[in-house]
Structures are given as C-alpha cells and as structure tokens.
C-alpha cells in the first residue's frame, strides 16, 4: 500500500528561505565539538567558569550555550543540543553555521536487545529513520549510515581505553511514549541495538552540511521486556566517562 505521507516529499532542487545564523559569538569558536545530552556532566565540565562561553543560541524555552573547553594544547567545543531530532538538529545547524566542523556525540538511549548492561558502549554504525527531520534533509530511506571512517575512529578510541563496546544499528523515534512491544519487537528484528531520539536526524544533516559526525551512545533503560525497566539509567557513571571519550575521539578525528 502506497501512502500519500508529506515526509516522503524531500526537495533537493530549491534553496531554503531561512539559513541557519550564526550565532553571536563572544570567543574563538573551535572547530571540533562534543555534543553532550548529559546536563548534569557539561555543568560539572563547563560550569562556574571552568569553560569560556563562546557563543549563546536562544529559543522560545531558553538559551543554550556553546562552551570552549581547553583540553591540553587544544580546545574543543561542548553544548547541549537540547531533546529530539528537530531542537537538537536546529542547535546542530547553529552551532555548525557558528564555525564547529567536526562532531562527536555522546547521548542515552533504550536498550531494544536483552542482556545490553546498563552503561554498555554503542557505536552506532546505522539509524532506522522512525523520526521526521532527517527527511527534510536527504531523501527518503529506511536507514541512514554513519561514516565507516569516523566509526573506527570511535572504536579506536574505545579499544585503546579496553572500553567494552558494540557496533550496531540504533532506532530513532519522535515518540519515546509510542515504543509499544510489537514496534520494539520489529525493530530488533531488523537488527537494531537501542532506541534513542537523534542519532537518525543527526547523520542526516551532517551529510547535507558535509561536516564530520560521529556518535557514542550508552545502554540506559531498557525496553526489550515485557515491562519497561528504568534501571535508573541517568545516574549511570557511563555519561562522564562517554563524554571524556568523545573528547578524545574529536581530536583525533581529521
Ligand atoms: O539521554 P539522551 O542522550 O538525551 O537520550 C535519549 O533520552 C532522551 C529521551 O528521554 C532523548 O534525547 C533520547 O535520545
Ligand atoms: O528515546 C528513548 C530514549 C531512551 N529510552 C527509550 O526508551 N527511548
């Protein structure tokens, strides 16, 4: 059955009226970024002065700031994108627009397969495309795959650091509170290790804006039961050591 779905209508051939601003900078922007999910880690990292505010992007809810963060010789930038694919891709497009060039992201995410320990490190190689914005940006697809280079830089970084690890495909939703247990069932049926809210949108807009992505995600919750299980899975000690290796792995990424 073919449906009539707007999201299905990319368009490729004309320029868009509004391009994201840069955003008013009060700093030397750096080229490489770590997008943090983790407020609680960007406070204790970036908080009470320990990092430069280099740039402020406000919307309706609030602002969101993009810190320079100075690591050794270097300095790399860190922000909060915000929850979901279109808040978090319309920071994206800001923070792109404002001079950062290469990305690694470090966020939560449900654990789809039975036995992901909460805390466990995923790499995610693929994101089935169950949210709306990428579609705005590449044409329609099931999956969107990261880039093979950036994914071994990844797990490079996590080799090197005996970080436990897995590759693999994760689900992308708009709708945390639509994961019913036949959609859990037929995403990991076709290969997905955790659901989360970005990581399909992210890869798109990177594509079209040709800069560097890459993502780490951590096994949070967990939704292959037949109940859902919290594990209480935002105070897992993973978020800090995720965000230090997603330090480490955008330095080392070209
Ligand atoms: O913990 P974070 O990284 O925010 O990840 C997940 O949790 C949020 C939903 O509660 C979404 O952002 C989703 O991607
Ligand atoms: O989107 C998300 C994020 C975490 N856990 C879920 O079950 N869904």
């Given at each position: 059955?073919?449906w009539d779905i707007p999201l299905t209508e990319y368009d490729a051939d004309s320029a868009a009226?509004?391009?994201?601003?840069?955003?008013?900078?009060?700093?030397?922007?750096?080229?490489?970024?770590?997008?943090?999910?983790?407020?609680?880690?960007?406070?204790?990292?970036?908080?009470?002065?320990?990092?430069?505010?280099?740039?402020?992007?406000?919307?309706?809810?609030?602002?969101?700031?993009?810190?320079?963060?100075?690591?050794?010789?270097?300095?790399?930038?860190?922000?909060?994108?915000?929850?979901?694919a279109?808040?978090?891709c319309?920071?994206?497009?800001?923070?792109?627009?404002?001079?950062?060039?290469?990305?690694?992201?470090?966020?939560?995410?449900?654990?789809?397969?039975?036995?992901?320990?909460?805390?466990?490190?995923?790499?995610?190689?693929?994101?089935?495309r169950?949210e709306g914005t990428s579609y705005h940006y590449l044409p329609p697809s099931r999956e969107v795959?990261?880039?093979?280079?950036?994914?071994?830089?990844?797990?490079?970084?996590?080799?090197?650091?005996?970080?436990?690890?897995?590759?693999?495909?994760?689900?992308?939703?708009?709708?945390?509170?639509?994961?019913?247990?036949?959609?859990?069932?037929?995403?990991?049926?076709?290969?997905?290790?955790?659901?989360?809210?970005?990581?399909a949108a992210?890869l798109a807009v990177?594509r079209h804006r040709?800069?560097?992505?890459?993502?780490?995600?951590?096994?949070?919750?967990?939704?292959?039961?037949?109940?859902?299980?919290?594990?209480?899975?935002?105070?897992?000690?993973?978020?800090?050591?995720?965000?230090?290796?997603?330090?480490?792995?955008?330095?080392?990424?070209?």
């Open positions: 059955m073919a009226l509004i391009e994201p601003a840069a955003g008013s900078t009060s700093g030397e922007v750096p080229e490489l970024a770590v997008i943090c999910f983790f407020r609680d880690v960007i406070d204790e990292v970036c908080g009470d002065g320990r990092a430069e505010v280099v740039a402020t992007f406000t919307w309706e809810h609030g602002s969101h700031q993009l810190f320079s963060l100075q690591v050794g010789e270097r300095r790399v930038a860190v922000f909060h994108p915000g929850v979901g279109p808040l978090a319309g920071l994206f497009e800001q923070v792109i627009a404002t001079g950062c060039r290469t990305f690694v992201a470090c966020g939560g995410a449900g654990a789809v397969v039975p036995g992901l320990a909460l805390g466990h490190v995923v790499v995610p190689d693929a994101a089935v169950d795959s990261a880039d093979p280079a950036v994914t071994a830089v990844l797990c490079d970084v996590l080799d090197e650091r005996a970080v436990p690890y897995v590759v693999g495909k994760t689900w992308t939703t708009d709708a945390p509170y639509r994961e019913t247990q036949a959609k859990v069932a037929a995403r990991r049926g076709e290969g997905c290790l955790t659901v989360e809210m970005e990581t992210f990177a040709g800069v560097t992505f890459g993502q780490y995600l951590y096994a949070g919750d967990d939704v292959s039961g037949e109940t859902w299980d919290h594990r209480h899975w935002q105070t897992s000690s993973a978020r800090r050591d995720l965000f230090w290796l997603s330090v480490e792995a955008v330095l080392r990424l070209p």
